[in-house]
């Protein structure tokens, strides 16, 4: 199984989002510039609005209401970043996934790897639905409020509500309403955008080093079962070199481990 299987098979929605947040390793450089700007550029002002609007208002309440919604932002930007700083580890571990498939292997040793690999896959696909939802949610609030009130015929204005709460710099919200709509519907995409890509990444990299510490487990299991079978020289051979593939596997899922733990958790 080729790469472009293995990235179809099993990384279809993430490899399109990871593209989206330009963090996917044979993207255009100039295409993963102008993504990395619109993430960073949308993250950084939501958390200027907000602190702004603590700034402004200052009572407790609104710093409560803020200061969870800026460590999100803040850890956003470093979430995406450190994808981008670790582009070379990310590509290194997509090169060792497709290595890992097109490795000549017993029929048993693949289907362990397929049952993983679907699992984290089939984990993408739960996770893209539920992240989904919560951005469509979170977008149709102040639309939703319009229109009940339109709907209750009330001769009062219609409530101004955000999505994101902020302090925007203009003296009328009325005027710039649905220009600061606009903005926070950007502002919830990349938010959507980034949060799959990255998150789907590390849950299927996770689940093919599972697969592989499982074939390991599982090769290295009927070597020694064979051995205590088995008398013969030749057969004395392979045994020992299926414990010495086994080992070899061992290595390589733990060495995959650590450095997709590298790039989900180091900052630097």
């Known amino acids: 199984?080729?790469?472009?299987?293995?990235?179809?098979?099993?990384?279809?929605?993430?490899?399109?989002?990871?593209?989206?947040?330009?963090?996917?390793?044979?993207?255009?450089?100039?295409?993963?510039?102008?993504?990395?700007?619109?993430?960073?550029?949308?993250?950084?002002?939501?958390?200027?609005?907000?602190?702004?609007?603590?700034?402004?208002?200052?009572?407790?309440?609104?710093?409560?209401?803020?200061?969870?919604?800026?460590?999100?932002?803040?850890?956003?930007?470093?979430?995406?970043?450190?994808?981008?700083?670790?582009?070379?580890?990310?590509?290194?571990?997509?090169?060792?996934?497709?290595?890992?498939?097109?490795?000549?292997?017993?029929?048993?040793?693949?289907?362990?790897?397929?049952?993983?690999?679907?699992?984290?896959?089939?984990?993408?696909?739960?996770?893209?639905?539920?992240?989904?939802?919560?951005?469509?949610?979170?977008?149709?609030?102040?639309w939703s409020a319009r229109l009940f009130h339109m709907i209750k015929h009330q001769n009062t204005s219609p409530p101004l509500i955000y999505s994101i709460p902020g302090y925007y710099f203009v003296e009328d919200d009325r005027e710039y309403y649905y220009y600061i709509q606009l903005y926070l519907t950007l502002c919830i995409y990349v938010v959507l955008v980034v949060f799959i890509s990255c998150d789907t990444l590390y849950m299927v990299l996770v689940q093919h080093g599972c697969g592989l510490l499982t074939v390991a487990g599982y090769r290295f299991k009927n070597a020694v079962k064979k051995n205590f079978l088995s008398a013969k020289c030749t057969e004395t051979k392979e045994v020992h070199e299926s414990v010495w593939y086994s080992i070899c596997g061992h290595q390589r899922a733990i060495a995959s481990v650590l450095l997709r733990d590298c790039i989900s958790y180091d900052p630097h």
């Open 1 to 142: 199984m080729n790469r472009a299987t293995v990235e179809e098979r099993f990384l279809k929605i993430t490899k399109r989002f990871a593209k989206l947040g330009g963090i996917w390793p044979d993207q255009n450089k100039f295409v993963k510039v102008l993504l990395w700007s619109m993430v960073d550029i949308s993250m950084v002002t939501s958390a200027i609005v907000q602190t702004a609007r603590i700034i402004h208002i200052g009572t407790l309440e609104v710093v409560i209401e803020q200061s969870s919604l800026i460590g999100a932002a803040i850890l956003m930007i470093i979430k995406h970043g450190n994808y981008l700083v670790n582009a070379t580890k990310l590509e290194s571990l997509l090169n060792d996934m497709s290595e890992d498939w097109a490795t000549n292997r017993l029929k048993e040793e693949f289907e362990i790897m397929t049952t993983y690999d679907n699992r984290g896959s089939f984990l993408a696909k739960f996770y893209f639905a539920n992240a989904s939802v919560c951005a469509l949610l979170f977008a149709q609030m102040p």
